[in-house]
């Protein structure tokens, strides 16, 4: 995923930013003018300033100054003069560029902008060191306005990452912004206020389950926007804002009183209308509203809720969407997580050489091993599609066997046309140093999941789709890392299976997934996640309307593909909502 980027309008591009490759390494972000005049209009507005003294402001990672610049133009004259700006980052053209914009316009202000990194200096004054240059007093700031770097664990590269986690106290996958978040609460002074530009991944996804209860806890969070597919940035990177007050030190987790406002495409139709998707989020809650561009969003304001969990799955509530969680939750027997663990697909890491459609074609001829791959190019609903062309069936050169004690890399002088083939891609297969690195064989799969699984039932879909698609797979393949898959484990209850077949496939699970996560990407596609899907709600399966479920789905199974499953898959949708103990509702779109 690439960087928030902005091209501000009258000022030349730093010279790093003339190769995407270099964008993403850095992170590097500018912010666009009206989204940094948003951000600065909350911060002003939820300010105490004190009332004598000097205002000390912060931008860690400034950039072109833009959000320095919108910050301060809101501040009264009188408050300016108190003013004391730092800035820092790690790109002396930022610097140069933010130091003239803000000359500029504020000749008087009192600045110091200097090409440093935020993080290390976080760092040294944990360990004693000063923050700022030789001889002066550290203290706090009263107002900090930040758009950190967002990078991933990929780009940054896993040893960094590594190290920044260990730095910062963080586990599993970091993202830069993370430490960033953990940076700016040690340096705000009480009762200060931050604003701060993320992607919103943090919110809902397991890798940002410690940065969550952190925020919870090193801050009091104020109002938290998720701005969704608004496209503020020109990438593809889904933006959130976070309001937050200082606080002395790390809490109790802050849940009570922390509003949340989400705005997401939608088709449905408008009711009002606004310049642009900022100046919709004043709209009331639950309004569908048409911006100049011809874009519909929806607006919904409420209070956030993690389920009491300093680590749970943030959401936006309401009374009209707690009230509808309430009646499934009274009719749910339990979720997808009875049945078994969700997994991802094989990921091979190198998959010109394991993942093929010409195995027939290469000169040795084909090699052992071959397997059939199940690729999203399957996926329909209830049951797989066989793709129309020839080129999107694959199969899978498959190296892992299983064995009494577990999976184990196969012996390649058993199969030897399989291990001529390896041979010849010996380099790129070794060049993956990290598999290497873990002990294991240079012809393995990185991840090959469990050889003994493949053949029994699976439940399999797509991570990501506008619409839920699942289908049961019954022919032993082997299911590719674009996709998920689910077994039963327990042998006495294969039919909770087809149950959640059923389920997932509804109009009902749509909108519990809306009202449950609300996590969407670009034109409505819903990710279909481990941490989503394992929460999907199963109803008592020895309930009538259950035993009928599962038969219905069964069938349509049986039956698919023809017009009569599809009428049948209609009766199903009504009978899951019944389930539930609710009425069939349009889903929006």
């Given amino acids: 995923m ?3 980027i902005d091209f501000d309008a009258g000022t030349a591009p730093s010279p790093r930013y003339s190769e995407v490759g270099q964008q993403k390494s850095s992170g590097s972000t500018y912010t666009p003018v009206d989204f940094a005049a948003f951000v600065a209009d909350q911060i002003v507005q939820a300010a105490d300033l004190p009332k004598s003294g000097k205002i000390r402001v912060l931008d860690p990672a400034c950039g072109d100054g833009a959000l320095l610049d919108a910050l301060v133009k809101r501040l009264s004259p009188p408050a300016r003069k108190r003013v004391e700006v730092v800035g820092y980052d790690t790109d002396h053209y930022a610097i140069r560029i933010a130091t003239q914009r803000l000359r500029h316009d504020f000749p008087e202000l009192n600045i110091r902008l200097e090409q440093k990194d935020f993080l290390d200096h976080v760092l040294n004054l944990q360990g004693g060191g000063d923050l700022f240059s030789a001889g002066e007093v550290q203290e706090p700031f009263h107002l900090v306005i930040a758009n950190p770097p967002y990078v991933r664990t990929q780009i940054m590269g896993a040893q960094q990452a590594r190290q920044i986690a260990q730095r910062f106290g963080l586990s599993g996958r970091v993202d830069l912004y993370h430490p960033f978040l953990l940076a700016i609460s040690q340096v705000l002074a009480k009762n200060g206020v931050a604003g701060v530009i993320t992607s919103n991944r943090f919110m809902t996804t397991r890798s940002g ?5 952190a925020m919870l806890t090193r801050f009091h969070i104020l109002h938290v926007w998720d701005l969704g597919d608004t496209k503020l940035f020109d990438a593809a990177v889904l933006p959130s804002l976070l309001l937050a007050r200082g606080t002395s030190e790390s809490q109790q987790p802050h849940f009570d009183g922390i509003t949340y406002s989400s705005i997401y495409e939608t088709k449905d139709a408008a009711i009002a209308e606004a310049t642009d998707a900022l100046s919709a989020l004043t709209a009331d809650n639950d309004t569908v509203i048409a911006i100049q561009d011809g874009r519909h969003f929806r607006v919904r304001h409420g209070t956030l809720d993690s ?3 300093p680590e749970g799955i943030w959401r936006v509530a309401t009374k009209a969407t707690d009230q509808w969680l309430a009646t499934v939750e009274a009719n749910t027997w339990d979720t997808f997580r009875r049945i ?13 050489v394991f993942i093929r459609n010409d195995w027939d074609d290469l000169p040795g001829g084909r090699p052992e091993l071959l397997r059939p791959l199940i690729t999203r190019k399957f996926a329909r609903r209830f049951k797989a599609v066989v793709p129309t062309k020839a080129e999107h069936i694959k199969e899978i050169l498959y190296p892992h066997d299983a064995t009494k004690d577990g999976r184990a890399a196969v012996d390649l002088q058993l199969y030897p046309k399989a291990a001529s083939y390896l041979e010849r891609h010996r380099e790129v297969l070794e060049a993956r140093s990290y598999l290497i690195e873990a002990g294991r ?4 799969l990185w991840v090959p999941q469990d050889p003994a699984a493949w053949a029994s039932p699976k439940l399999v879909f797509p991570d990501i789709t506008d619409k839920p698609i699942f289908w049961i797979d019954m022919e032993g393949g ?8 689910l077994q039963c484990e327990n042998i006495d209850e294969q039919d909770l299976l087809w149950l ?6 509804s109009t009902f699970i749509e909108a519990f997934y809306d009202h449950r996560f609300n996590n969407k990407l670009y034109a409505g596609r819903r990710r279909f996640i481990t941490q989503y899907v394992e929460l999907f709600p199963l109803p008592n399966p020895a309930c009538d309307e259950a035993i009928a479920i599962i038969a219905l789905a069964k069938e349509i199974y049986a039956k698919t593909p023809s017009t009569e499953a599809d009428q049948l898959a209609t009766n199903l949708d009504a009978l899951i909502w019944r389930a539930f103990g609710l009425h069939v509702e349009k889903v929006s779109g």
Avoid: F, H, M, P
């Fill in 340 to 352: 078994g663990k969700i997994r991802v697909g094989v990921k091979s890491t190198a998959d010109k």
């Fill in 209 to 213: 389950q410690a940065i969550r209860r």
């Fill in 307 to 309: 389920g009491g969990d």
């Fill in 441 to 444: 064989k240079w012809y393995e």
């Fill in 2 to 4: 690439s960087s928030l």
């Fill in 478 to 485: 082997i299911v590719n890392g674009e996709c998920y898959w």
């Fill in 500 to 505: 959640a077949l059923a389920v997932a496939n």
